[in-house]
């Protein structure tokens, strides 16, 4: 079975939609139009490009923004993002969004998760803790202090976030946290990690996030795929820690990993029985990284400029690494790590549009993926005489007309039957 076919097996869906009349009466023996108008498979990308647009910014100014584009570059990128993404991840490192203690940042990423949303987007935050720029000023607090201050920070976002944003990184990168040693920056979080130890500061995230918002979804998100992840996890779950997505990250600038590595890391954590979350993807359309490289951030390059034979390969391994992951049935999420090269994390060409916001052959073969292979296009289809018709297709929002008149319904696995009232 080729991976296409196996994504079709995996994703869609055969329901039986009744029509009726306003009256009530079976839509019997006519032709309706049926037509996607949203995936219900999470196809997210970053949205930190859009914060300054968000708020009406000219210029830079961009404090919390790690990366990305201006907000004038942003406007010429935002009909692309939309027309291919669903889910956007909002940047919530401590550091940026509360770089003096007391001001965090929350007004302005409140606007722009409000913005997504108005756009039909469903929003994550990431993340709420995180060893890797926690601010300098929890340094200033007495250790003893620190948990208390660390649970108010997971508390105050997951709570005024909610119902804009309910879906969280809770905790990342846990499985260096109580060792990782930056000579260049202490932090504060490691030194509690280390203290009171890691499941305990899983713990922390999890249930003060979950205290505060009770309907969020809450990941546990990494990029080392090891055994020692799998080992984290499992001491997690047996501590009794809700989990509610494994999250699993793979920036591929050393170059693709290929379908049996994919396969296998699928494999080896899906036995959890938890959702998995690709939550960080790149693939470079330029050089690649060297393979001795052991630290991505190591890799310091004057320029690193994306070439034509970089993008044909990109565009060939992100069909392949998405049709990968779509074809196993844990994955519920994927998003890419990037919309344009322009402020590109490392300054790596990984971005689905140039610095210049003309789209690379990559941007147009994911597109191809979500809104033509994987996508139902308006279609029509003849009821029988009891207003019944077979739809077939991915998970998602539909709708369905006939006569002028229209109903909106939502294709599930777990809904083989739906009937809806035209208006």
């Known amino acids: 079975m080729t991976h296409a076919t196996a994504v079709d097996a995996v994703r869609s869906t055969d329901v039986t939609l009744t029509v009726r009349h306003g009256d009530g009466s079976a839509c019997a023996d006519s032709d309706v139009l049926v037509e996607q108008v949203r995936h219900g498979f999470a196809f997210g990308n970053i949205g930190f490009d859009f914060v300054g647009l968000a708020n009406g910014e000219q210029g830079e100014g961009r404090e919390n923004v790690f990366g990305g584009a201006e907000p004038e570059a942003a406007e010429l990128l935002e009909d692309l993002w939309l027309d291919v993404f669903n889910t956007a991840t909002l940047p919530f490192y401590w550091a940026g969004f509360e770089p003096v203690e007391g001001r965090p940042d929350t007004q302005r990423l409140q606007a722009a998760a409000a913005w997504f949303r108005d756009r039909g987007v469903t929003v994550k935050g990431h993340p709420l803790v995180w060893h890797t720029l926690a601010p300098d000023w929890l340094l200033d607090h007495p250790a003893a202090e620190v948990e208390e201050i660390v649970r108010a920070r997971v508390r105050r976002e997951a709570g005024s976030f909610a119902g804009l944003i309910d879906t969280w990184d809770a905790i990342n990168e ?238 599930r696995p777990d809904a083989p039957t739906v009937e809806v009232t035209l208006t």
């Open 174 to 411: 846990v499985v260096i946290m109580p060792v990782f040693a930056n000579e260049e920056r202490q932090n504060a979080i490691t030194g509690l990690c280390r203290r009171i130890g890691r499941i305990p500061t899983i713990r922390l995230a999890f249930e003060e996030a979950r205290r505060a918002n009770p309907a969020a979804t809450l990941v546990l998100n990494d990029f080392n795929l090891s055994t020692a992840y799998e080992c984290l996890v499992e001491g997690v779950l047996e501590a009794g820690v809700q989990v509610d997505a494994i999250g699993l990250q793979s920036h591929m600038h050393q170059g693709y990993w290929g379908e049996e590595r994919t396969q296998e890391v699928l494999e080896r954590f899906a036995r959890y029985g938890l959702p998995l979350h690709w939550t960080e993807t790149t693939l470079v359309s330029g050089d690649l990284m060297p393979p001795e490289v052991v630290d991505l951030n190591d890799h310091q390059v004057p320029s690193w400029p994306s070439t034509p034979e970089g993008e044909e390969r990109q565009a060939d391994d992100v069909v392949r690494h998405y049709r990968t992951l779509l074809a196993h049935p844990s994955v519920e999420a994927v998003t890419y790590w990037g919309i344009t090269d322009r402020g590109a994390w490392l300054g790596a060409p990984a971005g689905l549009v140039r610095a210049d916001g003309s789209r690379k052959p990559a941007y147009d073969a994911l597109r191809g993926l979500v809104k033509e292979d994987w996508w139902l296009a308006p279609t029509r289809l003849r009821t029988d005489a009891e207003g019944r018709v077979t739809v077939r297709g991915w998970a998602g929002d539909y709708a369905v007309s006939a006569g002028g008149r229209t109903a909106s319904w939502s294709l």
